[in-house]
């Protein structure tokens, strides 16, 4: 037999979960940290590419927010205040992080409309 077969095939560069799912978010350090953790005895291989896309959606949400209260403010950069307006005037972030203090982040600006005063005409 001569020696002219076709050729060894080139191996495909490797592609990361993260990459497969569209993701920017690791998938492979969200799965380390699902075995490592003592959450389940089995880790299925669809759990960490949902659980990482779960992480990202919720990440840009807030993100957005907050940048949209930065750029209220007249700011390019984003700091702990603008991430605590951005949750709490959110109606469904402020059920989610309900129990969570931002550090730095201040209170919502509220004034109780008892308080107000109310203009009288009786002079």
Not at 21 to 34: D, E, K, S, T, Y
Not at 73 to 94: S, V, Y
Request: one cysteine or more.
């Amino acid at each position: 037999m001569s020696g002219k077969g076709k050729g060894a095939k080139a191996k495909a560069k490797a592609k990361s979960r993260s990459v497969r799912a569209g993701l920017q978010f690791p998938v492979g350090r969200v799965h380390r940290m699902l075995c490592k953790g003592n959450y389940a005895e089995r880790v299925g291989a669809g759990a960490p590419v949902y659980l990482a896309a779960v992480l990202e959606y919720l990440s840009a949400e807030v993100l957005e927010l907050a940048g949209n209260a930065a750029r209220d403010n007249k700011k390019t950069r984003i700091i702990p205040r603008h991430l605590q307006l951005a949750i709490r005037n959110d109606e469904e972030l402020n059920k989610l992080l309900g129990g969570v203090t931002i550090a730095q982040g201040g209170v919502l600006p509220n004034i109780q409309a008892i308080l107000l005063s109310k203009k009288t005409g009786d002079k």
